[in-house]
């Protein structure tokens, strides 16, 4: 027992997300971002939102995206989903799925990403075809970040000259 010490700092937590409750409906159009909006959030740490139903990331890391979609659809056509990070789509977070004319869908998918400071992140649908989908009562899309660790550095790459 001593005196107690120097506040130390939260920790490298971060994490967020972002939630729709809302019902109603978007489209797709060959070749268009469908814009996927939220009407909530969970509380954040080391994050914020902006107006264009982005998550802002405040600290570089390597991050696990986890994103899910309930809704009907009002035809028949292959839906795209995505996570973009800037701008740019996340490979690993890509479904793309052919739906059957007036049914449920739901899906899920996780992704792990490097990313920056000020990174904006989207999650996003796109068609081949155009369509339309309802989304459904209780919570229909949603969007949930948590950061791993650190980026990883980087590494040298040895010549012969090394040895």
Not at 8 to 32: H, I, K, M, R, W
Not at 134 to 155: A, C, S, T
Request: proline residues 4%.
């Amino acid at each position: 027992m001593g005196p107690t010490g120097p506040a130390g700092d939260c920790g490298s937590a971060v994490y967020g997300g972002l939630f729709n409750t809302l019902v109603g409906e978007f489209c797709t159009q060959p070749g268009d971002i469908a814009a996927l909006t939220f009407s909530d959030y969970f509380p954040a740490v080391g994050m914020h939102y902006d107006g264009n139903h982005s998550i802002v990331l405040e600290k570089d890391g390597v991050y696990e995206i986890q994103y899910a979609l309930r809704a009907d659809s009002k035809g028949c056509a292959k839906v795209n989903l995505a996570l973009t990070n800037d701008g740019e789509v996340i490979p690993c977070s890509r479904i793309c799925e052919h739906v059957n004319c007036n049914s449920a869908i739901n899906f899920s998918g996780a992704a792990v990403t490097e990313a920056r400071a000020g990174a904006h992140l989207h999650f996003i649908a796109f068609g081949d075809d155009s369509a339309c989908y309802m989304l459904h009562e209780g919570v229909n899309l949603m969007i949930y970040v948590k950061r791993l660790g650190e980026l990883p550095r980087k590494r040298r790459h040895w010549s012969d000259d090394d040895y």
